[in-house]
């Protein structure tokens, strides 16, 4: 199922993806006794982390939450740049979650080795079956890529491997190491947190426009038996 939901503003986008990460954790939690989310990078979730790092400090049972990332930059984990990083500073050493409870993808290594340890962490989690999280949170990029899923990569056509480097030259950082699109669409829930003008006519195009994803990777990202949520706000969904 796809759920389109639009914000009137960036903090009421952040509050509702609380709400709904929330929701997630307690099912999760209360069926199986742990939930599983992968965490997306970028600038646009760092509002939602610091809202989760204060005024859902209580209300998520962190000892039971699994955090992992869809993608992470090649890069050291103390680098500006890092996906790690940010999400550590605004949310993971604030919130009483066990530092054993941090799948970190290590983006100091070799980038082909930093996925092949991820792609060994998550076998290990998930018992070498098919990743199932319970919640993958993705973000959109002006270009249309997801995670690290830029459009013309190799890594947008890659059905096997569950993780992979991905060289991209787009990008600022030129290395990225990504989760592949069956793992994402075999998520129980996948959340795009979308927000801004600059995304307004890119957002437009992949949920509305011709199917075309080797340019729009974003389109590929459809859960095989999961929800799919858009959560953007006002500007982002301005032309939609
Ligand atoms: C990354 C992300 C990437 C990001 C989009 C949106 O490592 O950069 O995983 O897919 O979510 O590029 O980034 P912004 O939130 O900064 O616009």
């Given amino acids: 199922m796809t ?5 009137p503003d960036v903090a009421t986008l952040a509050r509702q993806a609380a709400d709904t990460i929330q929701n997630l954790a307690n099912t999760s939690i209360s069926q199986a006794g742990r939930f599983s989310i992968a965490l997306s990078g970028g600038s646009t979730p760092k509002t939602l982390f610091q809202l989760l790092a204060a005024e859902y400090k209580q209300k998520i049972d962190w000892k039971n939450t699994q955090v992992f990332w869809s993608d992470e930059r090649c890069v050291p984990p103390d680098d500006a740049d890092s996906n790690y990083k940010m999400a550590r500073e605004t949310l993971l050493e604030i919130v009483p979650l066990p530092a054993s409870n941090i799948y970190r993808i290590k983006g100091e290594l070799e980038p082909a080795d930093g996925a092949t340890q991820y792609d060994e962490t998550l076998r290990s989690y998930f018992h070498d079956q098919l990743p199932r999280f319970d919640l993958i949170m993705l973000g959109m990029g002006d270009d249309g890529h997801t995670a690290s899923l830029f459009p013309g990569t190799d890594a947008v056509n890659e059905r096997q491997r569950w993780v992979i480097p991905n060289h991209v030259v787009s990008a600022k950082q030129t290395w990225r190491i990504t989760l592949t699109v069956p793992v994402v669409n075999n998520a129980a829930n996948v959340m795009f947190l979308v927000a801004g003008t600059g995304k307004a006519e890119r957002l437009k195009q ?7 994803p080797n340019e729009l990777p974003s389109q590929l990202i459809k859960p095989t038996d999961g929800n799919l949520i858009w959560a953007i706000d006002q500007a982002a969904a301005s032309l939609l």
């Fill in 3 to 7: 759920n389109i939901r639009v914000a």
């Fill in 206 to 212: 992949v949920i509305q426009g011709e199917f075309k």
